[in-house]
């Protein structure tokens, strides 16, 4: 950011233009759009979709299997909830927060 002083003959001050560097440079935005571009075509996977369903990849891929804990937690909260609630409650908008537990 700079500011520059505009003075008049006797020294006071006439006006101050301040201009600041744009937030994002076009090279900032090209990053961000192809970067954006990348994580969209690619499934949940994060395998790029075109890849993905290509005919030729049919047998080229295996997976593993993992449990995400924080999820499985925010699941069975949610599960709890239901059991314990009346059969008409509405859990709309119901959303359980995850915390590790040694967090306190």
């Given amino acids: 950011m700079e500011t520059v002083f505009e003075y008049d003959e006797s020294g006071r001050l006439l006006r ?31 395998v790029p979709m075109a890849e993905a ?6 047998f080229a891929y295996v997976a593993s299997v993992r449990t995400d804990w ?19 409650a509405s859990f709309a908008g119901v959303h359980a927060v995850v915390r590790r537990r040694d967090d306190g």
């Fill in 16 to 46: 101050s233009l301040t201009s600041a560097e744009p937030e994002w440079r076009a090279e900032d935005v090209d990053i961000l759009l192809a970067s954006r571009f990348d994580e969209l075509s690619r499934g949940s996977h994060g």
């Fill in 53 to 58: 369903t290509d005919p030729a990849n049919q």
């Fill in 70 to 88: 924080a999820a499985r937690a925010q699941a069975d909260a949610i599960a709890a909830a239901r059991r314990a609630a009346d059969k008409n």
